[in-house]
DNA sequence: ATACGATACGGAACACTGTTCCGCTTTACA
DNA sequence: TGTAAAGCGGAACAGTGTTCCGTATCGTAT
């Protein structure tokens, strides 16, 4: 990697000030309103929020969905980072998972709407659903695997659609407070538990 | 029910023969776009497909979703009222379950987008995601019940539940080859029988 | 301190949605 | 056949994401 050649993306470090400090408002502005007007607030909304322009906005996330990316980066590597104390901790590899994967769905409940944005299909927001699998994916697999090789868990079933399924299963948890999707996602859980005879 | 009063909504039959051409003409023409580019085409599509201007597709379908219906309500009913049928052909209340679920999620899946069309909080989808709910929960109550009694299935998961999380689960099944969310349903059921052992 | 070129800004404009509205046409019936 | 009611077409509206370009600002060389 060439340190000085001049980074692309939404987190490239820009030699102007203006630029860094719009970048840095519109992140906050972000994520204020994705709290109140959840992950699919429309861009110009964000941009008045920051005070900024259109034309700002883009320039800075080339597309809404690098911006979601942005704001959630951070708490999406804190996920996976959360990997290693959790299998140390646990008092096994299948408990671990358990506490791994209440983190992710924590995560994917408080963000109004981004389980539906990870959605592959929806418009543009392929990017996010990458970087989620990229990172998610294969701290996932570590702790299937190390739940199966203590045989807690009935093996087959990769990380990808494991976590394609509890994405899928927090789609609308907010918009329908009779809807838990924790409860199907501990049956899930159980279904993949290996039976303890035999 | 006063058969004379003139009905509304998209199923009601016209006096005037064009309309009622028009209408059929509609649903034919959505169900070939549907197969083609989804549930998700564009209103103009389906009505140039059918040859008529937009402010007679929006005469027979007030909205976008009650086409939707009209186009797969003959389908849902038949779901539906493949139950007693399941029931008495099964050798057991949970292999009716089983059969009836699969009923739904090949219908689910073969109409692209169908399932993510289905969440509530989608713009103006409510009414199609009340249609299936009011049509199959209570058929998919009557089969829980039935497994439940016969001490097939752990008790505590409503049909409401159990609904929202397959179609949850089908989101996505075509844009993705990899993914098959008829392994997690599986699972699911799988978490939700009882343990043979008490 | 100033001048200048590169960089970034703002927001009008575009393309694409679903939906509404209303002047005109067609139909059914007397 | 005349007429009123019913239906039709598509322009127009409102709300998206995104592009474009004239203008303003910043960093730096002088």
Chains 1, 2 share one sequence.
């Not at 929020?49 to 708490?75: E, M, S």
Request: aromatic share 8%.
């Amino acid at each position: 990697m060439n340190e000085s050649s001049p980074r692309q993306g939404s987190s490239a470090a820009s030699k102007r000030k203006d630029a860094r400090r719009n970048q840095q408002t519109l992140l906050d502005a972000a994520a204020a309103v994705f709290v109140t007007s959840g992950v699919d607030a429309p861009v110009r909304e964000i941009a008045a929020k920051a005070g900024v322009g259109l034309g700002t906005f883009y320039r800075h996330f080339p597309t809404r969905a690098d911006l979601v990316i942005a704001v959630y980066r951070h708490q999406v590597d804190t996920c996976a980072e959360a990997c290693p104390a959790l299998l140390t901790a646990g008092p096994t590899p299948f408990a671990a998972l358990e506490r791994w994967i209440d983190l992710f769905v924590d995560f994917l409940v408080t963000k109004h709407g981004l389980a539906a944005a990870m959605q592959a299909d929806s418009t543009g927001f392929e990017a996010l659903h990458a970087y989620f699998l990229d990172r998610l994916v294969p701290v996932c697999t570590q702790l299937l695997d190390a739940a199966a090789a203590a045989g807690e868990i009935r093996p087959g079933l990769d990380a990808y659609h494991l976590m394609r399924g509890i994405g899928n299963l927090c789609i609308g948890t907010d918009s329908d407070p009779r809807y838990d999707a924790r409860r199907l996602i501990a049956l899930l859980l159980t279904g993949l538990r290996r039976p303890h005879r035999t």
